[in-house]
């Protein structure tokens, strides 16, 4: 049944037939008669009154001018990965030329059908499955481009061809239902990954700036604390370290205070002897090591020479001492060098 639908010819628009030559003739709008002359075309009559010969006059032929809707039967075809569809569509033409469309084919509607027909099925086997539903304009458009060519000389113009329905097997539509269901799971994975992806980073962000804030805060805090530390302790050491010269300048101020000073830098210049070779190997010692009385001799000479300005400002103030006494520091020596020996 559906071999003899196809093989069937295509329904025939409606005409107001042929009319009778009775000499007078009055042609509707959007028609053009063609008149033939004994079996030779003659004239197209124009709409509105005309005038005819009977019996010589015949009206052959009665084209429409209006815009034709033709239904295109539904079809077999196969695409380029060998899926067989289902086609049907729906033709839309114009007859340009009456002349071209009485005399160049038999039956135009029914060449226009086939012609729509083969070419659909050539445009689709050119295309994959997938391409079809997202190309049906492109294609749409090739099938028209190709009727034109060939009806050029048929007098008949074709404007619009639509596909109406496609029809896929029951089982490449399970498979597509099958695909159109993965791609949503996928779209929705996709969505979830990047909401889990998204959260993640602002957690991440509010942790990194909350971070940056508690170190910064800690930061300033051990700031302050440090600055106010370290500006006590630097006021305690200077005080401290301004009583303490007081203190000394006061003990070098009284009696025999130099003479307990010489004795204290001796002793620190002996014992220094003491850490020689300890932190490292390599020891710088003074030509003259094994002379004690020597090594003081300079150590007080040093001493004496930073003190010396004080010295004789002590001196002016004191009382002169008695010429046969000897200063406490030549018996600070002398005590220093019978221990030596």
Known sequence: LKRAARLAPAPCRWNSGLPVNIGVLFVPQQEAWVVERMGKFHRI?????NFLIPLLDRIRYVQ??????INV???????????TLQIDGVLYLRVMDPYKASYGVEDPEYAVTQLAQTTMRSELGKLSLDRVFR???SLNASIVDAINQA????GIRCLRYEIKDIHVPPRVKESMQMQVEAERRKRATVLESEGTRESAINVAEGQKQAQILASEAEKAEQINKAA???????LVKARAKAEAIQLLAAALAQQHGNAAASLSVAEQYVNAFSKIAKDSNTVLLPANTGDVTNMVAQAL???TTLTKPQAVKTQDEMPPAQENSQSPATEVLKAEQGSSS
């Open 301 to 303: 000479g040093i001493y």
């Open 73 to 83: 039967p539904e079809q077999s075809a196969v695409t380029l990965d060998n899926v």
């Open 64 to 69: 429409s001018l209006k815009e034709i809707v």
């Open 45 to 49: 009559l124009e709409p509105g009154l």
């Open 135 to 137: 190309e049906r304009e």
């Open 228 to 234: 106010g530390r370290e500006a006590n302790a630097m």
């Open 151 to 154: 009806s050029d000389c048929w």
